[in-house]
């Protein structure tokens, strides 16, 4: 089986890692325009070839692990390229803009769009881990117009990567991610900002910040280049999504002012019901 | 020695388990107003005695911690009782109002301010661990206004806790504490109640949220009693905050709404300079 990767990130690389694991008879092609990156991947054996996406050859599958800006420009020029047994699957984070663009390409049944829930705030080929994906869930959209045999082979590697299955129609999927995903995004970008502006003096923060303040920044450290494409692309949704937050936040510093501890503590007690809710998250 | 602790909670339920572990010859006498807390406290041997704050007994030390209002309250109280061998530590959040509550009090020497910067998003004496305060910094306040002797004796106990002594002004401390811990507070719990009211369906959130989204909302699983004590406590401060991270929300909004992906990559990566700073945190 021949595999091509464009983008050895976290996410193209932990694919790599992962699947030579469970087939060793799998052959990885990666392609990176960071050329650190792609010699990074090749010498510590992620992939085993480097190929040029412009010259395709007869891959079973094409995963595409780049920003989804690149997603949308490179997807109907793979697939203008591919033969009928070809699976092209995009891993980018937001999904409605990736299917509209290719929904009248002729080789469409060729594309399986997907979303795997997993990741962490590192990025480039040296975060990529071999079981990113174990317990994680991977996000299917638009399955109906993807051909069949080539959707339940591609479920067949996903489970293989240790992943759970679920379909979803891609509006829905960016409107529900911009909340669960995109708003804590920048929400810790700002609290980084927020506390990085004030605090001239690195000392004090680290002296005085404890583990609370380390999980809420966390993604703060995430790839810019990665996550400006997916603001822009899912900008309807998060803006939205922004407005409720700061409409929170100005609801909730009028409790303060007025030092109404009471319905502070309703208010709270609420939202601690998050507790149950993030027992299921793995 | 005898040591008197109001308040099982984390921080008091911990405190108690990790000096009985540096010192069996302690005597760990409890109070908590919540008698389920203080029977399993009793039970599971986090404290030796129980004891009543309205008849105090010859305390080699009474630490304080509860909410930030009722140190207010009980800690004139206590001072007017105690002997001129005891040491009240309180180990509240804020420091300026309480330092303030008492500056003229006639025992002010046998007080001091400190709040260690160690806890987790959980609360009751379920949740003490005796290693919490392992590496961690002990922030204390005004300590020229606290008996030279029982304050050495203090930062020894501190240090056999296995802390770090820092020391600050107390209105400094609750200004920087605002952006560094109770801004991320808030921003964790309106993130959390901003995604709780949108995604009525519980299991949208199990299958779409990732490790990010769970990191950066965990402390909206913490006390509401605590923090809407704090809250109030150190309104001016966490009212700043507040209104700059609204400023900073506001302003990467319209960075996306314009689709300026040049100045939101250039603003994350400022902030990207984060992880530097992260790495000063235990």
């Not at 008879?25 to 010498?43: A, E, H, P, R, V």
């Not at 020029?77 to 937001?94: A, H, N, P, R, Y």
């Not at 994906?133 to 339940?152: A, D, G, P």
């Not at 509006?171 to 911009?178: P, R, S, V």
Request: charged residues 25%; contains cysteine; aromatic residues 8%.
């Amino acid at each position: 089986m021949k595999i091509g990767i464009i983008g050895l990130g976290l996410i193209g690389g932990s694919i790599a890692l992962k699947l030579k694991e469970v087939n060793n008879k799998i052959i990885i092609y990666g392609f990176d325009q960071n050329t650190d990156s792609l010699d990074y991947s090749l010498k510590n054996n992620i992939i085993d070839k480097r190929f040029n996406p412009d010259s395709l050859i007869d891959f079973d599958y094409i995963f595409l692990a780049i920003p989804v800006e690149s997603i949308k420009k490179q997807l109907k020029i793979i697939l203008d390229k591919i033969s009928k047994e070809t699976l092209v699957i995009d891993l980018g984070s937001t999904k409605y803009q990736i299917c509209n663009s290719v929904k009248t390409h002729n080789n469409r049944s060729n594309f399986l769009a997907a979303h795997p829930i997993a990741g962490t705030e590192f990025s480039g080929p040296l975060a990529a881990q071999k079981d990113l994906f174990n317990n994680k869930v991977m996000i299917l959209c638009e399955t109906e117009n993807t051909n069949t045999s080539l959707l339940l082979s591609a479920i067949e590697i996903f489970k293989k990567l240790g992943m759970t299955i679920k379909t979803m129609d891609s509006l829905e999927h960016d409107k529900h991610i911009a909340y669960v995903s995109h708003l804590s995004h920048i929400s810790s970008f700002m609290l980084g900002k927020t506390v990085m502006d004030k605090e001239d003096d690195e000392q004090t923060i680290y002296d005085m910040a404890g583990s609370g303040f380390e999980s809420t920044v966390r993604l703060a450290k995430s790839s810019p280049e990665m996550w400006s494409s997916i603001f822009i692309e899912n900008k309807k949704y998060i803006i939205e999504s922004l407005e409720e937050y700061i409409l929170n936040i100005n609801n909730f510093k009028k409790l303060i002012e007025g030092g109404d501890q009471e319905n502070l503590n309703t208010e709270m007690k609420k939202i601690n019901g998050i507790r149950e809710i993030l027992k299921g998250i793995k």
